[in-house]
């Protein structure tokens, strides 16, 4: 299989991206971006770029994720996503402007993110990360663990946490337990930024952490994984910035 045939595989389909911007070169340079971005992350893509709104809405097309710039040209970037709501299309909503004013506005229409210009590399790759989280279909990328004749690919979204014990590696999910020999190292090169080293022998999701202690921390299961010394500070760092990014 080729590498773009694995990445097309990661995913029912490419992203579709649409991206509604008024100004030539900043829209050449935002879909280069964008498409970098999921290449990077492992997902196909499929980007569409219009200069106004009417041309979006003319399109008839339906996106995961539509990035809109608020001034445009006839219909504002507002108006095409409330009239994109209104025909029940359940996309992503990133919005970029110059002018921080229409934060709140933006938000009412359910807004994952709002960039204000000048758009850097972080703040889009922010935006995007956080947008594909809040998308179901993109989270069933899977890991690929093989035990003798026996192979499993194990959803990414279920893994709770994976340990490292005696050579083998123990990948604990909702339902059930994956034990092979391995690395955490090279586990955790397939896994994506829910998951945190907190310990040489302990990778964990930090979509299901409920509670942390001094030398631990509390998955959903009730299961306690170890948190090393010199990455507690980091690790309620992470865990801070994690969960403020999911209520921004």
Known sequence: MDRNAERLGMAERPITVAICEDEPYFLEQLGKNVRHFLD?????????TFSSGEALLDAGQTF????????????????VARQLCSGRQDSQLIFITAYPEYAAEAF?????????????????????????????????RRVTVAKGARTDRIPIRDILYCESLDHRIFVHTQMAEYAYFGTLEKLEKQLDGRFFRCHKSYLVNLDY??????DSATVTNGDRVLLARRKRQE???RLLDYFREEVL
């Open 40 to 48: 990077v992350e492992g997902y196909g893509s499929r980007i569409l």
């Open 64 to 79: 995961d994720i539509l990035l809109a710039d608020i001034r445009l040209p006839g219909k504002s970037g507002l108006e």
């Open 108 to 140: 009412e229409l359910d807004a994952i993110h709002y960039i204000v210009k000048p758009v850097s590399e972080e703040k889009l790759s922010h935006a995007l990360k956080k947008a594909l989280r809040h998308m179901p279909r993109t989270d069933c």
């Open 209 to 214: 952490v409920v509670s942390r202690q001094q």
């Open 235 to 237: 690790f309620s760092r």
